[in-house]
């Protein structure tokens, strides 16, 4: 069916509401989210409907459709207002429409407001996986211009199996049990809070008769990406019920989970340039199997034995406050870095990440040293250590790489002085050599660094073992 034009003036209203359908008889309420001024709103309107919520808003509230939460008949839908988390508001629309109630979505004509939150047109296919995980079934589609197309949904005679959402603020008692279940250990609420309260963050979750059996958790990490500014997503926390069946299938809890998390940040919204992870071989065939992501690079080990002698004449090491007052320094090592990794992926080391990361951190204490030149004090670099046991690991370095081999002989001569048995570090492939000073002993971790497929952005393949990642890279060092 092709619509007349919905913007001619003369259009005739009757004609444009006949060919909508499942529109119920006037006069009633009808849903209406979209733009108050389009042609078919004031054609409704001049047929006695009552439009239920006509401002031109996105769904991102969790009140309901309208403010007496009445079952509605039919509804009209801009797939622009869906907001940030389509799944979400698609859901909502479920639980505020008669079971044999006409959804229709589509995109036409301009928004008065939300126009930093809308999507490219382009993106509106990355709904439709969303549609049926919400409760949804696509019936149909209706021409509007020869490029625009709207879709027809009814509701599914079942429930889905399982609830997915996408949350953006946390109660942490369902995650601490799912914790629990599937790891066989505790977590620590504090450090809980501080990954996903404390920095931009996001998840998805899978409920199954309202408890959670399911998590894919995010943090945002700011990027230098082949020398340009973007933003990731770092993966993290990813857990299954143990007792939900079918969890390694296309259909299972992690799948859905982990198809809506990417579908959403970097696919709808188009937020995120990549999303990355720390996940063990086994993990990661997992993803890999179901198409969500290709191996990008690994992790190695890096062990030196404490180095016994005297302080060197060339250089000297001072703690270092992760303050405001020392921004500029911060700044201008991690520029000498940045430059010199012009051509690989790192993550942003300013004094905002490092504070957060290092300063704010709930659980573990770090050692913070600048390393300067004895004489006139120029600084060479910044190190982050942590005593763990008998070893010493370096977990972090800010400044230009050829300073490294430097470096590695001042934390040698820390571990010696802390009487630790050795020093540990952990870098990515590409990287290894750039810490072969001092006779190291190299050995692979089971470590994958994974980034997404299943909506890519950026080639894995422009990418591939091109990244620049160390132990404070993660999220559980």
């Not at 000297?316 to 303050?323: V, Y």
Request: glycine share 8%; hydrophobic share 40%.
């Amino acid at each position: 069916m092709k619509f007349p034009d919905l913007h001619d003036v003369h259009c005739d209203g009757a004609k444009l509401l006949s060919n909508l359908p499942g529109l119920p008889l006037p006069p009633g309420p009808v849903g209406w989210i979209a733009n108050r001024t389009h042609p078919w709103a004031e054609a409704l309107r001049s047929q006695g409907f009552h439009l239920v919520n006509p401002q031109n808003e996105p769904l991102l509230s969790d009140s309901p459709i309208s403010g007496k939460n009445e079952q509605l008949d039919w509804m009209y839908c801009d797939a622009r207002c869906l907001g940030k988390y389509p799944i979400n508001s698609l859901t909502r629309l479920r639980d505020n429409l008669k079971q044999d109630a006409i959804l229709l979505l589509g995109w036409i004509g301009v928004l008065e407001s939300h126009a930093s939150e809308i999507p490219q047109e382009s993106s509106l296919s990355l709904i439709e996986p969303m549609i049926d995980r919400s409760g949804w079934i696509l019936t149909g589609s209706m021409s509007v211009s020869d490029s625009v197309r709207i879709w027809i949904l009814s509701k599914a005679d079942y429930l889905p199996r399982y609830e997915i959402s996408m949350l953006d603020q946390w109660e942490f008692s369902p995650f601490k049990e799912l914790f629990q279940r599937a790891f066989k250990a505790q977590v620590a609420e504090a450090l809980w809070l501080w990954k996903y309260t404390q920095q931009r963050s996001a998840c998805s979750i899978a409920k199954r008769g309202g408890r959670a059996v399911a998590h894919y958790g995010g943090i945002e990490r700011r990027l230098r990406l082949l020398g340009r500014n973007v933003l990731g997503i770092q993966v993290c926390d990813v857990m299954v019920d143990p007792e939900e069946q079918g969890i390694l299938t296309r259909n299972g809890a992690f799948t859905r989970s982990a198809k809506t998390f990417l579908e959403c940040l970097t696919g709808y919204s188009g937020e995120y340039d990549v999303a990355f992870g720390f996940p063990n071989s086994r993990a990661f065939e997992l993803g890999n199997k179901l198409g969500l992501y290709a191996e990008v690079d690994r992790l190695f080990e890096i062990r030196w034995e404490p180095l016994i002698s005297y302080p060197r004449m060339l250089t000297t090491l001072r703690p270092f406050a992760l303050a405001k007052e020392n921004a500029q320094i911060i700044e201008r090592l991690w520029q000498g870095m940045s430059d010199d990794l012009s051509n690989r992926v790192v993550g942003i080391r300013d004094l905002d990440y490092l504070h957060h990361r290092y300063a704010m951190h709930p659980a573990h204490c770090y050692s913070i040293f600048i390393m300067k030149n004895r004489i006139g004090g120029n600084p060479l670099g910044l190190l982050i250590l942590r005593r763990d046991g008998e070893t010493c690991r370096l977990i972090d370095w800010v400044g230009p790489l050829s300073r490294i081999p430097q470096m590695i002989d001042c934390v040698r001569r820390i571990a010696a002085g802390w009487n630790v048995s050795s020093v540990t570090a952990w870098v990515t492939q590409g990287c290894v050599d750039a810490f072969g000073s001092g006779d190291p002993v190299i050995s692979p971790k089971d470590t994958v660094i994974p980034a997404n497929i299943y909506i890519q952005k950026v080639s894995a393949d422009s990418i591939r073992n091109r990244w620049w990642l160390m132990m404070g890279d993660t999220d559980f060092m």
